[in-house]
Nanobody
Framework: QVQLVESGGGLVQAGGSLTLSCVASGRTLSHDNMGWFRQAPGNEREYVGAISWSFGHTEYGDSVKGRFTISRDTAKSTGYLQMASLQPEDTGVYYC????????????????WGQGTQVTVSS
């Protein structure tokens, strides 16, 4: 079992930056992938991006490419989502999740989810 706890959400003005953290516990992540998703009210959960825990390879959704950066600190069992040039359309609840296999962009590939953290971008 893996428990995930996100933090770092908040209110930011358009054009600003924010960094989210996701701490994993329960077991040591190894051949896992950590994904980030977001969900705005009335919308489906959207894939933000993911990172392979062992090798650090990353992938991003089209809407955040060039603005968001995913990283991880294996010693701290913590993943990060650095968000820059934030826009109001980036508003939503952000979730981190861990997958042992499967396609990164599919929420159904992820077995463990955090509780989510709210990000609100004002115009």
């Amino acid at each position: 079992q893996v428990q995930l706890v996100e933090s770092g959400g908040g209110l930011v003005q358009a054009g600003g930056s924010l960094t989210l953290s996701c701490v994993a516990s329960g077991r040591t992540l190894s051949h896992d992938n950590m994904g980030w998703f977001r969900q705005a009210p009335g919308n489906e959960r959207e894939y933000v991006g993911a990172i392979s825990w062992s090798f650090g390879h990353t992938e991003y959704g089209d809407s955040v490419k060039g603005r968001f950066t995913i990283s991880r600190d294996t010693a701290k069992s913590t993943g990060y989502l650095q968000m820059a040039s934030l826009q109001p359309e980036d508003t939503g609840v952000y979730y981190c999740a861990v997958s042992e296999s499967g396609t990164w962009a599919y929420a159904s590939s992820y077995h463990y989810w955090g509780q989510g953290t709210q990000v609100t971008v004002s115009s």
